[in-house]
């Protein structure tokens, strides 16, 4: 399949299909001022991205929204061209939330369905609005995961139109087949989200995901930021690399070009987030090049199965996913 700027989508196993590249929206509030996601998600759709990765905690899918009607009140794109990932948070994952819960960011984007809803991460926290639940000693305080049927609850909110397709993310195979396996499954999981670059090759999981069916899209494609409260930064980072910096030179792209390539031959969805209006350019200048199967064979030897998002704040949680090989 020949992907170009103009066409890039691939198919889902419910036939409906996702652009391979897409902008990650996920921002450090303190990082960021207001506005600077409108503006990117505005000049991203300029520069030919139709794939936009949000989530309701990431508190600015109301820019992300404003962004996508205006380019629609322009004539610049139709609302099928666009293909919006939401999230259901871990406070959400109780059957009897998970309908309000994708109402509320219909709401807050201004639109009448989502492209794709997925589970954010597989363990379930204390119900309600607090996002990050703890009790008055800091600890976190999680809730019992019924991931089946939180499922359920999402099946029922595409059968009413809210959304196109629906996945996950963060699952390792276990919780995956838990919900292949599950009786009376209906819609199954088109994809799974998950970190996903040259240092992380996550090939097993890709395996698992392409037997069933489901495609693999990666966060973090380009590594993450630097920041040590919830990045494992003991790993180098990833575009200093020096193997992607000389194919970068071979073909006369980055080394961030070279590391997204990469995914996208394998049939990986790439979700590279930057709200730099060069940067969101350039990671979007990737169909004009392709790596042979050496190139492909040397960058996937750089695998040092080393996670930078570990979220180890969790790992004492029954459900938290990295416990397992994959």
């Given at each position: 399949m020949e992907l170009s700027a103009a066409h890039h989508r691939i198919p889902l196993s419910d036939g409906n299909s996702i652009p391979v590249i897409g902008l990650g929206t996920f921002s450090e509030p303190k990082m960021t001022s207001k506005g600077d996601c409108l503006t990117a998600v505005k000049m991203a759709i300029d520069a030919g991205y139709r794939h936009f990765d949000g989530a309701f905690i990431y508190k600015n899918e109301h820019e992300v929204g404003e962004a996508i009607r205006e380019k629609m009140a322009e004539g610049k794109v139709h609302r099928e061209d666009?293909?919006?990932?939401?999230?259901?948070?871990?406070?959400?994952l109780e059957p009897e939330f998970v309908r309000p819960t994708l109402e509320k960011t219909l709401?807050?984007?201004?639109?009448?369905?989502?492209?794709?809803?997925?589970?954010?991460?597989?363990m379930a926290f204390k119900p309600g609005d607090e996002v990050y639940p703890r009790d008055e000693n800091g600890r976190w305080l999680y809730h019992k995961t019924n991931?089946?049927?939180?499922?359920?609850?999402?099946?029922a909110c595409k059968d009413a139109g809210l959304v196109k397709s629906l996945g996950v993310s963060n699952f390792n195979r276990r919780q995956l087949e838990l919900i292949l396996n599950k009786p009376g499954l209906k819609h199954k999981p088109v994809s799974n989200q998950v970190e996903c670059h040259p240092y992380f090759t996550q090939t097993k999981l890709l395996k698992f995901c392409q037997q069933h069916d489901m495609v693999l899209i990666a966060y973090s494609p380009l590594g993450t930021s630097r920041n040590p409260t919830w990045v494992n930064i003991s790993s180098p980072p990833l575009l200093k690399d020096a193997l992607l910096n000389s194919l970068g030179k071979k073909y006369n792209k980055t080394a961030a070009q070279v590391a997204l390539r990469f995914n996208i031959q394998r049939g990986v969805v790439v979700i590279p987030k930057s709200f730099n209006p060069e940067r969101i350019?350039?990671?979007?200048q990737v169909f004009d090049f392709s790596l042979t199967e050496e190139d492909m064979n040397k960058i996937e030897a750089l695998n040092k199965n080393i996670r930078f998002v570990e979220l180890l704040m969790w790992c004492d949680h029954p459900e938290y996913p990295f416990h397992d090989e994959y």
């Open positions: 666009i293909f919006y990932c939401g999230k259901l948070w871990a406070t959400k709401q807050v984007l201004q639109l009448d369905y989502v492209d794709l809803y997925i589970i954010e991460v597989p991931l089946c049927a939180t499922w359920e609850a999402l099946e350019k350039e990671n979007f």
